[in-house]
């Protein structure tokens, strides 16, 4: 049973797993929005909502803690462009929109993720 496990995995083991995640979590913050399949759109969704709090502290720690989890340039980024905008949100930072195009190799949905 899968009980309280928590994540999808996409068919990688751990450390490509992170890298994998990673990489996503830096094009979204980089570029401000990404087309991508569904299960990684709600996937990164969780993360970018979590790292956006963070950077909302605007205190050191912080943004070393930003630092560690994705690479300094959009950590960077997210700490002195992204996270003032949302000071006064509570939440829901990144919205996820179904664009009703399928992928040609397998079919899968194709979904944009971008700030709100």
């Known amino acids: 049973m899968r009980h309280q496990k928590e994540g999808r995995k996409f068919h990688r083991k751990t450390g490509q797993r992170a890298a994998f995640l990673k990489s996503l979590l830096s094009n979204l913050i980089l570029k401000g ?56 949100r509570k939440g829901g930072y990144v919205r996820i929109i179904k664009l009703g195009k399928r992928r040609v190799g397998d079919a899968s949905t194709i979904n944009l993720v971008e700030f709100v």
């Open 33 to 88: 929005k990404i087309e991508t399949t569904e299960a990684r759109a709600k996937e990164i969704k969780q993360r970018v909502e979590k790292l956006v709090t963070v950077a909302k502290k605007q205190n050191i720690a912080s943004l070393r803690i930003l630092i560690s989890r994705v690479s300094k340039k959009p950590a960077f980024k997210l700490y002195y462009d992204i996270a003032p905008k949302y000071a006064d």
